[in-house]
């Protein structure tokens, strides 16, 4: 529908000017010889060559109107064109699409009015101008739908810059600008602002969006905040209400980095007044974030001094293990049975990661916990990092500047199975592997937890595998919306992915675990929970405390 | 109003396991209206989300000091 729309108007425009310029009397002409070339040719076309080309002038032309039939019809029932929901429209945009719609329709009936006048005109043209010809006094009628014509298609572009269909001349740069590796930073920019204004609201995220179908909640999508930026409006109640899953940001068809911008707006809770003036509209300033001046800071001073022990390998479980008890004890005993020299820097509660604080917008008071940790994590001289929850892994990837090899524990467990150091029975039972956001489309880390479940268990395939994960809703970036949606979205989830009725919903993250035992019946198992279950030799490789292979303490470890 | 003030989140909180920051007193205090206090404590809050998790009533505790914080940011500015 977009493509007959949009590329059939491009070759119309195309075609056109060439038109004029093989059958005008020059060959550069003005633009408007091409736009209203029947009417200043009106005699044109009757044989050979000429009529050809009104063949393919007309073919086009009906190509558009096939286009436009379906925009239609999305627009009025988009469950027809397979979109359970379409984006909701502000006035002005409204009047532009009014225009648009009337561009086509009142050119075909303008060329046909004439075509009838004088008998000339194709297929379309040509047939529709006798049919009316017949009825009404057609060279008196096609004038008033010329003029109809020029005006819709004036309102149109005079609107243009306004609406969402500014995403037409914006998209052209952010295809350059894409292709030359530019990408949107930590705070708003020029690319950022292309992004922004190449939504053409085609509400493909909207219907993504599990607050839309899962909670009913329709005034957050990304189509909207992105509508709201381009609006000036203040943003910051819908740039907090987000799960911050990803889907949209995967189904975007223009490729527009929605996660990062809706994290921009997450950093600043003020936003501009919306101009009143209309010539700023059309000239606006860039669009600024005036970041919130904390009055009151938060304050970390508390933290003490870290004495970690030093080992080759630390074990990190973050807030959310410690909450699901069954995951540490487990990664206890891989470790344990995997005779690495390990410690578990946070046994005893640590500190967050701060990749919550992040997802406030609170990079700044993140900055601390990440120091503190950074400084933790180096005092103890490993080499490797081992989490078990996605969020941390995500901000330790992204946000800390460790040089060390940092790994998930489904990477971890992988390497661990691959070099031979675990061995595993088989547990004969079937599992549905639930992909969380953060290790999936937030990390790209799709495969090893598979291959790791498929080690030790008989992995199903779900409706929802891979990038196309449903989110389980315990998200801690969402902190409007209540505990009763949450339920609805993670039970919305548990509906696809049990499915095929498995014995277990295996999983790689605590938050998740927890959020979906509170609403199945299902048993809900963390991936080292069933690696530890399919343990063979119960019994421990102790952690090897020879004098020979512990670090010494004067080693100069960098 | 819907806490009952069972003192979970305060049991389970990051924060709580190396200093006195303790929610439940903080909601305690905002309930009687001793907001000095609660204002120069709330920020020691990691935003890490444990407790609400462990709330057994479902309240978003998260979000609360997340209001207070806001709400103590805006007196602040209009008070100079």
Request: glycine letters at 8%; a positive charge.
């Amino acid at each position: 529908m977009h493509m007959s729309l949009a590329f059939g108007w491009f070759l119309l425009i195309f075609f056109g000017t060439v038109e004029a310029d093989i059958f005008g009397t020059r060959h550069l002409n003005a633009p408007y010889k091409a736009i209203f070339f029947r009417f200043f040719n009106p005699d044109h076309g009757r044989a050979g060559f000429e009529a050809a080309y009104g063949f393919l002038m007309d073919l086009i032309l009906a190509f558009i109107l096939s286009g436009l039939l379906l925009a239609v019809i999305k627009r009025f029932s988009s469950g027809v064109v397979g979109l359970k929901k379409t984006t909701r429209l502000k006035t002005l945009d409204k009047i532009a699409l009014a225009s648009l719609w009337l561009i086509f329709p009142s050119r075909l009936l303008a060329e046909s009015f004439t075509s009838g006048a004088y008998g000339t005109g194709s297929f379309l043209t040509g047939s529709l101008g006798t049919i009316l010809a017949s009825v009404f006094p057609a060279k008196e009628m096609a004038y008033p739908f010329w003029w109809l014509y020029s005006l819709s298609l004036g309102t149109f572009f005079i609107l243009l810059p306004l609406t969402r269909y500014m995403h037409i001349p914006t998209e052209l740069f952010l295809i350059f600008a894409r292709n030359s590796g530019i990408r949107t930073g930590d705070q708003v920019g020029a690319f950022s602002e292309i992004e922004t204004y190449s939504c053409s609201s085609c509400g493909i995220c909207i219907d993504a969006c599990q607050l839309n179908f899962s909670a009913g909640i329709t005034n957050i999508q990304s189509a909207y905040l992105l509508k709201g930026i381009r609006n000036h409006e203040n943003v910051g109640e819908i740039a907090h209400n987000c799960l911050m899953c990803g889907r949209c940001d995967s189904k975007c068809p223009v490729g527009i980095e929605l996660t990062p911008i809706r994290m921009i707006r997450r950093r600043a809770e003020v936003t501009e007044v919306p101009y009143s003036n209309i010539w700023k509209r059309y000239f606006p300033d860039r669009l600024k974030i005036i970041p919130t001046k904390h009055v009151i800071r938060e304050d970390y001073k508390w933290l003490p001094q870290a004495e970690p022990a030093r080992a080759d390998v630390i074990f990190f479980a973050g807030c959310m293990t410690h909450l699901t008890p069954s995951i540490k004890k487990s990664m206890v005993r891989i470790l344990d049975a995997s005779g690495v020299n390990y410690n578990f820097i946070d046994s005893d509660g640590g500190v967050c990661c701060g990749r919550p604080l992040m997802l406030a917008g609170q990079d700044k008071e993140a900055r601390e916990l990440i120091n503190f940790n950074s400084q933790m994590i180096r005092k103890s001289g490993a080499r490797t990092l081992v989490t078990s929850c996605p969020i941390c892994y995500k901000v330790f990837k992204e946000s800390y500047y460790l040089d060390i090899e940092i790994l998930h524990h489904s990477q971890f467990i992988k390497m661990l199975i691959d070099e031979g150091q675990l061995k595993l029975g088989f547990l004969r039972k079937n599992v549905a592997y639930h992909t969380p956001c953060e290790l999936g489309r937030g990390s790209g880390i799709y495969e090893e937890p598979k291959e790791v479940l498929k080690y030790v268990t008989r992995l199903q395939k779900t409706d929802c595998d891979d990038e196309n994960s449903l989110c389980c809703g315990g998200s801690l970036a969402n902190m409007k919306i209540s505990s009763q949606v949450r339920k609805r979205i993670a039970g919305d989830a548990l509906s696809v992915l049990t499915k095929g009725n498995p014995d277990i919903l295996a999983t790689a993250c605590p938050l998740c675990k927890k959020t979906f035992s509170h609403a199945t019946e299902t048993r809900v198992a963390d991936i080292a929970e069933l690696v530890a279950d399919a343990l063979v030799i119960p019994h421990l490789k102790k952690n090897l405390s020879d004098a020979m292979v512990q670090i010494p303490a004067t080693a100069d470890i960098g | 109003m819907l806490c009952i003030e069972c003192g979970g989140c305060s049991a389970t909180c990051t924060t709580g396991n190396f200093t006195r920051f303790s929610l439940r007193e903080l909601q305690i205090l905002i309930k009687r209206g001793e907001n000095a206090t609660v204002r120069d404590n709330i920020n020691k809050c990691m935003l890490c989300g444990k407790c609400t998790l462990v709330c057994p009533r479902g309240v978003n505790t998260r979000n609360v000091v997340m209001l207070a914080r806001e709400a103590f940011q805006k007196n602040l500015i209009h008070a100079v």
